[in-house]
């Protein structure tokens, strides 16, 4: 069983700045994406930032120049430090990790981490 935990969410004022991050734990043999997805309130779950087990780095649009994805392979752990944070960041981020392979398994498998609320307000 794999489990994705994620912390440092919380309240910050506009401009300011936070750090998440999440540990996957179990048997795990392999992960190839970490990635983070955030949902607002009455919103879909939109996709906020990915890495690769390589290294290869993307993000959507709105946090650009702003949120720096990291990874850890060996710790099987990813963090998404948030700068320059505005009202519209606000909403639970998820953390999400794709192409899992755990011992003994025949096939990847994704999974998600509970999410951790971000709200940002004066």
């Known amino acids: 069983q794999v489990q994705l935990v994620e912390s440092g969410g919380g309240l910050v004022q506009p401009g300011g700045s936070l750090r998440l991050s999440c540990s996957a734990s179990?048997?795990?043999?392999?992960?190839?994406?970490m990635g983070w997805y955030r949902q607002a309130p009455g919103k879909q779950r939109d996709w906020v930032a990915g890495?690769?087990?390589?290294?290869?780095?993307s993000y959507a649009e709105p946090v650009k120049g702003r949120f720096t994805i990291s990874r850890d392979n060996a710790k099987n752990t990813v963090h998404l430090q948030m700068n320059s944070l505005k009202p519209e960041d606000t909403a639970v981020y998820y953390c999400k990790a794709d192409g899992v392979m755990v011992a003994d398994s025949r096939a990847p498998h994704d999974y998600w981490g509970q999410g951790t609320q971000v709200t940002v307000s004066s």
């Open positions: 179990g048997s795990i043999f392999r992960i190839y994406g």
């Open positions: 890495i690769t087990s390589g290294g290869t780095i």
